[in-house]
């Protein structure tokens, strides 16, 4: 009997059921134009799958949404540095924010042009970090502290280099998401608050080798209201009309990144929540005739990765029931760390029949859990789950937990499935220790 052609769109334009569901013939997943049943077969679980297509749509609906005013897309590393995505993402020709020395290696592994439009922010760099960002030629430092300003001015003098600087203001502004990833409120420690931040500016533009050159915000991840965006930015704007009547040079408006991503349900239209935050950021900066600057991770890579994993057993106790999976929390620490919400759904979907059930991965800790009494299509032992939306702060959250070794990860494009990080084996974990 010859099937009907059905597909569905859990994440467009990467991932999609193809086939019509029946218990004869489940309806398949794809990320692409790869059978996901097909990339665990062959790679093993639990396995990172990553869409190219979805990153390439995200950075070209974020250089749509800006394209009225001047601009760089700068990455953020922190998010999935995977050197596979990386090297995606600099074919784009975008830039990259960074947060550690690592990270910078990182990016000039993967392009040493891209040296001239990276970012670095944190509150703890160390002076072997801006010397190395200094002798690669970053675009800009945003600098958290009077005490960071003046060590990157006695290392930019040492060893006579110009290091462009913006002071990362503190707005006080509550972006209304999980308190563990909200930044911009003075009770955190990051940024300088905005009256503080003018006096490190005078004293910036005194230093020799430091070059005033803008102003930095960013106020948390996952915000899904623009508002706070736009409150931010209003008061960033004041700041920059203030310095430049102090005859500050501020060219360079970095507005950060945080934007939010649907984990729940169906995806909204990412060309409407994009339009809307452009709008909450580019409102406050009109006439100001700026470079801006944007630091997105998660809206970049967030929806763009999947995390294959098989069940192992099936349990219940008194009653509650347990699906035991191969991945853990030392693969994806969301759920566990900030009781993050991830879809979880069958490779292949046949039966509609479903079961409220806890998905739990091998590791002792009652806090590894991928889900809790969530409802979900019946499944048996052996069958492939896919977990979504965790391209961004899922693999670079992995750890050796339990010595389990990290995850492997894949990359698609089209009809091609690449390795991008081999699984990592019990030799590779031990090979820094000695008994
Ligand atoms: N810029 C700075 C200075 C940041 O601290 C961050 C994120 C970003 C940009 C990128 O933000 P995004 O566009 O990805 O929201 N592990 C947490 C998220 C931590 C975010 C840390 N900073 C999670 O899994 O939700």
Known sequence: MKRARESQALRPPAFEYQGAA???????????????????????????????????????????????????????????????????????????????GGELHRVLRVSRKAASKVVFSGVGKTAAEMELALRSGILLFNIESASELQLLSATATRLKKRAAVAVRVNPDVSAKTHPYISTGLHQHKFGVPIPEAQKLYALAANQPYLEVAG?????????????????????????????RDQGHDIRYIDAGGGLGISYEGAQGDFEKQIAAYAKAVLGPLRGLSLHLLLE?????????????????????????????????????????????????????????????????????????????????????EGDLLAILDVGAYGSVLGSNYNTRGRAAEVIVNGARAKVIRRRESLRDQLRMEES
């Open 215 to 243: 102003v930095s915000v960013h106020i948390g991840s996952q915000i899904t209201d623009v508002g706070s965006f736009q409150e931010a930015l209003e008061r960033v704007a004041d700041l920059v009309r203030a310095l």
């Open 296 to 380: 997105p991770g998660r809206s970049i890579v967030g929806s763009a990765g999947v995390l294959l994993t098989r069940v192992l057993y099936r349990k219940t106790n008194n009653g509650k029931r347990f699906l035991i999976v191969d991945a853990a929390m030392n693969d994806l620490l969301r759920p566990s760390l900030y009781g993050a919400y991830h879809e979880i759904v069958p490779v292949n979907r046949g039966t509609r029949e479903t079961e409220i059930i806890d998905v739990v991965g091998p590791i002792c800790e009652t806090g590894d859990f991928f889900a809790r009494d969530r409802k979900l299509p019946l499944v048996r």
């Open 22 to 100: 029946s218990e004869a013939h489940p309806a398949e997943l794809y990320c692409e134009a790869v059978a996901l049943e097909g990339i665990a077969a062959r790679h093993g679980t639990p396995l990172y799958v990553y869409s190219t297509a979805m990153i390439r749509a995200r950075l070209n609906a974020f250089a749509q949404a800006f394209r009225s005013i001047p601009y760089t897309l700068c990455y953020s590393v922190k998010a999935n540095s995977t050197l596979g995505i990386l090297r995606l993402v600099a074919s784009a020709g975008v830039g990259f924010d960074v947060v550690s």
